[in-house]
């Protein structure tokens, strides 16, 4: 019998496999960083027809090709491109799939900065954006119009944890020429076969849960088999791509990302489902428990939970005395991003800038995010947190 290859093998063994060959690396694990911006070519006849694995730094490298391929291979796609940012993925997703004239969908609930960016350069391109209810289901397809080209979904929704349809609205658009473009950064490919469930092309902000440590930024934009020859052309286009330490450091970080997010799992739940408990909060916004508006969709779509979710304060309890909560935080941190090692909480409030959806959740509301310290450390923690909120009526 032959050797078996990586794609013989299950999901969790073919990430510890991919995009490292060790053969060309020395014998080492894993593969060196490459930075570069000139490639030479051996010989005119090579230069002239351009024959070369890599012609330019801008063109890409080893060290990003071998996330990009493994990312594809996860995430079930044609095809990979990174960016610098979440953010810029998002943006790079949207220039590929829109032109002047065309009309956009949006979730309510999506990612503010995405909201920031239809506002601050679509418009200026002559874009218009139309907002959605998340939970609007087959029926967004009343709000297509004849222009409407690209249907944005983001699932759960940011901050709120609103849970899409996404299978029943990826069949719509497709049945009416709509792309679809799909912001999985929640779930990542693990959790959420974007691809599998209609999306076109799928969005991951890398700078959460496979970089995992806090300490990169990174996006990756994956396309279906119609998608990826626009989405590479309009990634060579713009050359915005990420520093090859990132990569090296993203490549890393996919070595052990299904055991964190498997982790984070079984921790946020557990957190999620002691502050249930909790006499201080009315309600917890997490799509893996049953009392979660959309949890049914979550449990026929998802393969799992990552360890990011909210909870609504019950209303009793004022601004200041959530400032005395969160001003004395002993593990807790207050910070944006999330998928780190390390336990998150921030105060939100959707309503500031949501269009279509009235944002009534009955009081105060923070998003908090799970990370790996001890379970009793962190519920005394909190378990503090909510004296601190009840000493100020
Ligand atoms: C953080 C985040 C992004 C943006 O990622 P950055 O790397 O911070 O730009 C995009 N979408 C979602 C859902 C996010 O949480």
Known sequence: MSKRSTSDFNISTQITQLGRDASKQSGFVNAPIYRGSTVLFPTVDDLEHNRAQFNYGTKGTPTIASLENAWSVLAGAAGTVLSPSGLGAIALALLTTLKAGDHLLMPDCVYRPT????????????????????????????LFRPNTTTLFLESPGSQSFEIQDVPAMTKVAKAHGVTTIIDNTWATPIFFRAHEHGCDIALEAGTKYLGGHSDLLMGLVSANEAWWPKLREMYDLMAM?????????????????????????????????????????????????????????????????????????????????????????????????????????????????????????????????????????????????????????
């Not at 350069?121 to 009343?142: F, H, N, Q, V």
């Not at 105060?364 to 909510?386: N, W």
Request: proline fraction near 5%.
């Open 115 to 142: 909201r920031n960016f239809c506002a601050g350069l679509l418009a200026k391109m002559g874009i218009e954006t139309t907002y959605y209810d998340p939970r609007i289901g087959a029926e967004i397809e009343s």
């Open 241 to 393: 791509l990420p520093g090859a330490e990132d990569c090296f450091l993203a490549l890393r970080g996919l070595r052990t990302l299904h055991l964190r997010l498997k982790e984070a799992e079984k921790r946020g739940l557990e957190m999620a489902r002691w502050l249930q408990m909790r006499p201080e909060v009315l309600k917890v916004l997490h799509p893996a428990l049953p009392e979660t508006p959309g949890h049914d969709i979550w449990k026929r779509d998802f393969k799992g939970s990552s360890g990011l979710f909210s909870i609504v304060l019950k209303p009793e309890y004022t601004k200041a005395g959530l400032a005395k909560m969160l001003d004395n935080m002993g593990i807790f941190g207050m910070g944006y991003s999330w998928g780190g090692f390390e336990s998150l909480i921030i105060p939100f409030n959707c309503g500031e800038y949501r269009t279509v959806t009235d944002w009534q959740p009955g009081g105060l509301t923070l998003r908090v995010q799970i990370g790996f310290e001890d379970m009793d450390d962190l519920k005394t923690d909190m378990a503090e947190g909510f004296d601190r909120l009840r000493s100020v009526r």
